[in-house]
C-alpha cells in the first residue's frame, strides 16, 4: 500500500470509531506527518527504522482503534515524564517521541541555568526490552520495535544530550547493570548535576516504557516549572543527535563507578538505631528489577547472612525485562500475587519478614508472619509501621529532632498523622498525589527553613509516604526509596525478634493503640481515546453533579481542588492535571478520593475508612470481630461508589463483575458478564450431555479471556466464584451444570 492509500483507509476506519471528529482530524494529520516523513532517521540504525510496512499492515487488519490510539495525540507528560506503550505514533514510546523529551530537557536546562553554563546530567535505566507481549502486532511483519530495551533507549537519550553539550554520567556498557530511581536522585546531587533521566516505566506492563526527568535537586519539577518544560518539549519537532560511538569518545560521558554506588547503600545503612539482626531471616525479591543493587547490598551489608537469614527468590533474582516469573506479569508489589514466589521460599525457610521492590526499587511491598500464614501488608501499613517505630527508637536513642516532620498525600492513611501527632510531630498531610511534592516540601526546608507555617530543617524529617507503596526515610534523597524502608523495617524485624514477637503483632498493636484503618484502592482501566474520553465524562459529572449519598452513607462535604477560592488559582495547566482531584466526606468517617491516574490509562478511587482507638489491652478476638466488620462495610461500599461511576458512562454490570481484578480493563470486565459468561453456560450444558469434552471447553476459555491480560484465569477468579455463589441461590439445578464447568475451570 501506498501513502494516500494506508490514508484513505485509515479514513474509513477512524469514521467507524465513537470518537470525536476532532480526534479523528488530528489522528489522521499525524500519521500523514509519521508516513511523510521518517521519525526515526538518525536515531536508529537504517536496518531497523523502517516503521512504515507496520502502519500499512495495521491498516490492512483493521485495527483502526489502536492506529486512532497512537496518533489521535502527542503522548503528554505525566508526573515528570512520558511514560506509556511502546509502538509506533507520536502517543507511543518510541525512539523519536523519547529523543524529543530529551531535546527538550535539554533545551530546558539551558533556559533555567543560561546557555554558557557546563550542564551535566545523570541517566539511568531499568530492565525493559519490547517483545510485544500484547500480541497487538502482526507477528509476521517486521516491527522496528521488537527487542528494544531501556538501555537503547538510554543510548539514544545520552547522544542527544552530547549533541547539545551536556555532559553524561552513564553506567559503562560493558557492565550488565542497572541503577534504580532512588539512586539517580542521590547521585545527582552526589555528582551536583543539573538533572536527570531515568528510562523506566516502573511497575507498568513489559511493552510499556518512558523517560522520567530530574531536576538538580534530585527531584521532578512541580508546577509551574514542569509546565515550562511541557511547553518546551511540545514544541520540539526534529532533534539533534550525534552517533552513540561518537557521543562515547567526546568527553563528555562519564562513568558512573562502583564506589559511586556504594556511597548510596552507606547513606541508608546510616538509619541503622542499632546492631545485628537479632537472629531475624528475611525474603526478598527484586522482581526481575534493579533491586538487588539497592534492598539486597543493604540487607547483605547489615549482616544478614546469604543463605542462613537472607534469602533471594532465585526464579526472580534474573534481570528480565519480560517480567516471567511474576504473576500477571506485573511486577508491582501493591498486588499481592506478585509476592506468591516471595511468601513460598518463606514458608520454606521460617522468614520474619518478606520484602519485594517494583523495577526501578522505589516502591516497596511485603508480607508477615502471622498464625501460621503470611499476611500482605500494604502501602498504608507499611507507612504506619515505619512512622510509629521510627519516632518511638528516635525517642527511645534520644535522636528525636526538636521539630519532628511527618509528610503524606492527600490520600495516604490518616493514621499516620494519628500516631505522629501523638510524638508531638508536625504534619503536612494534603499534599497532591506524587512523590515530587514531598521532594518540593524538603527542598523548601534546605533553602527556607520552612513550608507554609512549619518552620523546620531537613534533619527535623522522619518519615514521608504514599500510599502507593512510596516511603522515604532520609532527606537526602528526594523520591521515594525503598532501601531505605527496607533497612528500616528489617532492624524492626530483628529487634522484636528477640523480644519474640512479630512485626503484624506490631501492626495490630498500633491498630489498637491508634485506631483501626481500612483503605482500599479501586481503579477502571479504560484505554484508547474512547477511554481517555470517560475518565473525563465521570471526573466532570462528579464535579458538577456530585452524588448525595451512596450505599446508604451520605455526603457531608466535598472537597474539589480544583476550587480557586479554596486552593487558589491555578499556577498552570499541570497544576490542573494534579489538581483534577475530588474528595467526598461520608458519615461514618469514610472518605473517598478520585482522580485520573497521570501514568496509566485509568482513574483511581482511593477509600478508608478509620474507628477511635480501641485501646491496647482489647484482645486479638475483639479487635479481629472490629476489623471484619470495617472491611466488609469497606468492600461493599467500595462496589456501590464503582456503580455511579459507571452509570454516568451509562455501562452496567452484574455484581460479580466488580470482583474482576483491577487490573483488567473494562471492557474485558464488561465482555465477562455480556459474553464470556453466557456462552460458558450454553458450552457447560453441551458438556454435561457429553457434546463436548474438557479439553475443548479447556481451549475456549483461554481463547475467550486471552486479551484480559497474563494468568487470566486468576484475574477472573474471585469474579467466577461469585458468579457460581448467585447461580446456587437462584437456581441449584443449573448450579449442578456449572460445577462441572467450575472444574475445568480450575484445573
Known amino acids: 500500500m501506498n501513502r494516500q492509500e494506508v490514508l484513505d483507509q485509515a479514513r474509513d476506519g477512524f469514521a467507524s470509531l465513537n470518537v470525536s471528529e476532532e480526534t479523528r482530524a488530528t489522528a489522521l494529520a499525524n500519521l500523514a506527518d509519521w508516513l511523510g516523513r521518517d521519525k526515526f532517521e538518525g536515531l536508529v ?27 489521535y495525540r502527542v503522548m503528554p507528560f505525566g508526573t515528570g515524564g512520558r511514560r506509556g506503550p511502546v509502538g509506533i505514533g507520536p502517543n507511543r514510546i518510541n525512539p523519536f517521541t523519547i529523543a524529543t523529551s530529551v531535546q527538550g530537557h535539554g533545551v530546558y536546562l539551558r533556559k533555567r541555568f543560561g546557555e554558557g553554563a557546563a550542564l551535566k546530567v545523570v541517566v539511568a535505566y531499568d530492565v525493559r526490552r519490547y517483545a510485544d507481549l500484547r500480541q497487538l502486532y502482526s507477528s509476521g511483519e517486521t516491527n522496528p520495535m521488537k527487542g528494544f530495551s531501556s538501555k537503547d533507549f538510554a543510548h539514544i537519550s545520552t547522544a542527544v544530550y552530547c549533541a547539545g553539550g551536556v555532559e553524561v554520567y552513564l553506567l559503562p556498557d560493558e557492565r550488565n547493570d542497572y541503577i534504580s530511581t532512588p539512586e539517580l536522585s542521590f547521585l545527582i546531587r552526589r555528582f551536583n548535576a543539573h538533572g536527570g533521566l531515568n528510562v523506566s516505566a516502573s511497575h507498568n506492563h513489559p511493552d510499556d516504557n518512558g523517560g522520567k526527568f530530574y531536576n538538580n535537586r534530585g527531584g521532578q519539577e512541580i508546577p509551574p516549572y514542569d509546565e515550562q518544560m511541557v511547553r518546551i518539549v511540545e514544541g520540539i519537532k526534529a532533534v539533534d543527535i550525534m552517533p552513540y560511538n561518537d557521543a562515547l569518545q567526546s568527553g563528555l560521558v562519564r562513568s558512573i563507578t562502583p564506589e559511586d554506588r556504594k556511597a548510596y547503600v552507606d547513606l541508608n545503612l546510616g538509619l541503622r538505631l542499632g546492631g545485628g539482626t537479632g537472629g531475624a531471616t528475611i525474603v526478598y525479591t527484586p522482581l526481575h528489577g534493579t533491586g538487588r543493587n539497592t534492598v539486597g547490598a543493604c540487607l547483605k551489608a547489615m549482616g544478614f547472612a546469604e543463605g542462613k537469614q537472607f534469602f533471594t527468590v532465585e526464579s526472580q533474582k534474573e534481570y528480565r525485562g519480560d517480567f ?53 501488608v500494604n502501602g498504608n501499613e507499611i507507612a504506619a509501621i515505619l512512622t510509629r517505630y521510627r519516632l518511638e527508637s528516635l525517642q527511645r536513642v534520644d535522636k528525636l529532632p526538636p521539630r519532628p516532620l511527618v509528610l503524606k498525600t492527600q490520600v495516604t492513611t490518616e493514621l499516620m498523622a494519628r500516631i505522629a501527632k501523638t510524638f508531638g510531630a508536625s504534619v503536612i498531610g494534603d499534599l497532591l498525589v506524587g512523590f515530587k511534592y514531598v521532594g518540593d516540601v524538603i527542598d523548601h526546608l534546605e533553602r527556607e527553613g520552612c513550608f507554609g507555617n512549619i518552620k523546620a530543617k531537613p534533619s527535623d524529617f522522619i518519615v514521608a509516604a504514599e500510599e502507593s507503596h512510596g516511603l522515604l526515610v532520609t532527606p537526602e534523597i528526594r523520591d521515594k526509596d525503598a532501601a531505605g524502608a527496607a533497612v528500616v523495617l528489617s532492624e524492626l524485624a530483628a529487634e522484636l525478634k528477640e523480644s519474640g514477637r512479630t512485626i503484624y503483632e506490631y501492626l495490630i498493636d498500633t491498630y489498637k493503640r491508634y485506631g483501626y484503618f481500612r483503605s482500599m484502592l479501586r481503579s477502571t482501566v479504560m484505554q ?42 491555578f499556577k498552570s495547566e499541570t497544576d490542573r492535571g494534579a489538581r483534577n482531584f475530588i474528595t467526598f466526606q461520608f458519615e461514618g468517617s469514610l472518605k473517598v478520593s478520585i482522580r485520573p491516574s497521570g501514568t496509566e ?44 461511576m459507571l452509570d454516568i458512562i451509562n455501562i452496567e454490570m452484574p455484581d460479580y463483575s466488580y470482583r474482576i481484578s483491577d487490573l483488567v480493563p473494562l471492557d474485558s470486565k464488561q465482555h465477562f458478564g455480556a459474553t464470556f459468561i453466557p456462552q460458558l453456560e450454553f458450552r457447560a ?28 484465569r486468576l484475574l477472573v477468579a474471585s469474579a467466577f466464584r461469585a458468579y457460581l455463589d448467585s447461580v446456587r441461590n437462584r437456581d441449584p439445578s443449573d448450579a449442578a451444570v456449572l460445577d462441572l464447568a467450575s472444574s475445568v475451570f480450575f484445573s
Open 45 to 71: 540504525p537504517a536496518g531497523r527504522a523502517d516503521y512504515k510496512p507496520l502502519l500499512a499492515w495495521i491498516v490492512k487488519a483493521g485495527k483502526f482503534d489502536l492506529l486512532l490510539d497512537s496518533f
Open 324 to 376: 516471567a516469573n511474576v504473576k500477571f506479569r506485573t511486577p508491582n508489589p501493591e498486588v499481592p500475587e506478585s509476592l506468591e514466589s516471595a511468601i513460598e521460599v518463606a514458608e520454606n525457610v521460617g522468614a520474619d519478614l518478606i520484602l519485594a521492590t517494583d523495577p526501578d526499587a522505589d516502591r516497596i511491598g511485603g508480607a508477615v508472619p502471622w498464625l501460621g500464614d503470611y499476611v500482605i
Open 685 to 712: 450444558r453441551k458438556l454435561s450431555k457429553g457434546e463436548c469434552d474438557r479439553e475443548e471447553l479447556n481451549r475456549w476459555i483461554d481463547s475467550e479471556l486471552r486479551g484480559y491480560g497474563p494468568d487470566a
Open 528 to 569: 484508547g481515546a474512547a477511554g481517555t474520553a470517560a475518565m473525563k465524562e465521570i471526573q466532570q459529572r462528579l464535579r458538577t453533579d456530585p452524588p448525595k449519598q451512596v450505599a446508604g452513607l451520605k455526603v457531608e462535604s466535598v472537597n474539589d481542588y480544583w476550587d480557586t477560592a479554596k486552593w487558589g488559582d
Open 601 to 644: 490509562p485509568k482513574n483511581k478511587v482511593y477509600i478508608e475508612m478509620g474507628t477511635e482507638p480501641l485501646g491496647a489491652d482489647v484482645s486479638d478476638e475483639q479487635f479481629m470481630g472490629k476489623k471484619r466488620q470495617v472491611d466488609e462495610e469497606v468492600q461493599q461500599f467500595s462496589d456501590a461508589f464503582m456503580k455511579v
